[in-house]
């Protein structure tokens, strides 16, 4: 959910600036700005002076941005081969190629074709790369009889959290529901593809930081706290389940410097599978308590089985300092 708000609010920044003046279009897909020297514009005799750079370094900061992807810094260029991924009740998934420069991350793109008589939503669950677990943006709605060309796209946020450089491997299951009546028609067994840097690549993954619980399956290390961050300080939280379980840690009884507050964090972890996420303490709660600056933090982590929700326990307290 954080991701999402975060996505939402650079949307709303970028719409801002183009409702502001700025001009652009669409080409296949990729917004460009158009520039002065392009047009081959000249400049008035009399031009007024610049009064407001602030809003000048914002404007070019954004335009840079949507017209120039390779600006942005992102995991390394890899291919995957054609392939189809699902091919079940009237349901044919293929996936085509993997493309570098989307706006929010990289993405597989998808052929759906339908079949069936119904009108099918399809989406995906339990997604990783690498074994981490990451944020995909994905939702489709393919009519009986159609098809539909899509983007399955990872978030450039969730990568840089969990130190992806280089994806080698992508592994989920897809979720298919009847778009009229909301059952659900199919659910995929999980489908992985491997890119061309999956042969020789080396799997590591970074469990350091102080030891909040280690039992039954599950490891949970607070990593570090991240001040300047968009909606509020981030506590980076390392999660790993050895369990053979669909695992959800949540955070319980939540204080900051002794006062109660409400963060956002809700993390899904499938078995054999990794995590790296935040717990997100919103600027509004922090203020409200008059805190400046976060000196102490106190919590202890709620799981449950995804499957069967009545398998629940709340781990120890742990007090952290900064």
Not at 175 to 184: F, G, K, R
Not at 242 to 261: H, R
Not at 273 to 281: R, S
Not at 283 to 310: A, G, P, Q, R, T
Request: net charge negative; hydrophobic share 35%; charged share 30%.
């Amino acid at each position: 959910m954080r991701k999402i708000i975060s996505i939402a609010l650079v949307v709303i920044m970028m719409l801002s600036v183009v409702s502001c003046g700025s001009s652009s279009e669409t080409n296949t897909g990729t917004v460009t700005v158009e520039s002065a020297e392009k047009e081959e514009l000249k400049e008035p005799e009399n031009k007024p002076e610049q009064t407001d750079e602030k809003d000048d370094d914002a404007s070019d900061f954004w335009a840079d941005l949507v017209s120039d992807p390779d600006k942005k810094e992102g995991v390394a260029d890899v291919s995957i081969e054609e392939a189809v991924l699902l091919e079940e009740s009237g349901v044919r998934i293929t996936a085509k190629s993997f493309e570098q420069d989307s706006l929010f991350g990289p993405s597989v793109k998808l052929l759906i074709e339908n079949d069936s008589d119904k009108n099918l939503s399809v989406q995906t669950r339990s997604s990783s790369v690498n074994g981490y677990m990451v944020d995909i943006i994905f939702s489709s709605d393919v009519a009986s009889g159609k098809k539909s060309n899509e983007e399955m796209t990872f978030m450039d946020s969730t990568l840089e959290l969990c130190g992806i450089e280089t994806i080698a491997d992508i592994e989920f299951s897809f979720h298919i529901y009847d778009s009229d009546t909301w059952d659900t028609y199919l659910d995929s067994e999980p489908v992985i593809i491997k890119t061309s840097a999956f042969e020789g690549y080396q799997y590591s993954y970074d469990d350091s930081g102080t030891p909040a619980y280690e039992d039954e399956g599950l490891i949970i290390n607070v990593k570090d706290l991240k001040e300047d961050e968009i909606l509020g300080p981030e506590l980076i939280v390392y999660i790993e389940n050895k369990s053979t379980k669909n695992l959800v840690i949540q955070a319980d009884n939540v204080s900051v410097n002794g006062f109660m507050v409400s963060p956002i964090f809700s993390c899904s972890v499938a078995p054999g599978k990794h995590a790296i996420d935040a717990v997100t303490f919103m600027e509004s709660d922090l203020e409200d308590n008059d805190i400046e600056k976060i000196s102490e933090v106190e919590l202890s982590f709620h799981v449950y089985n995804d499957d069967k929700w009545s398998e629940s326990f709340n781990t120890d307290p742990i007090k952290l300092t900064f």
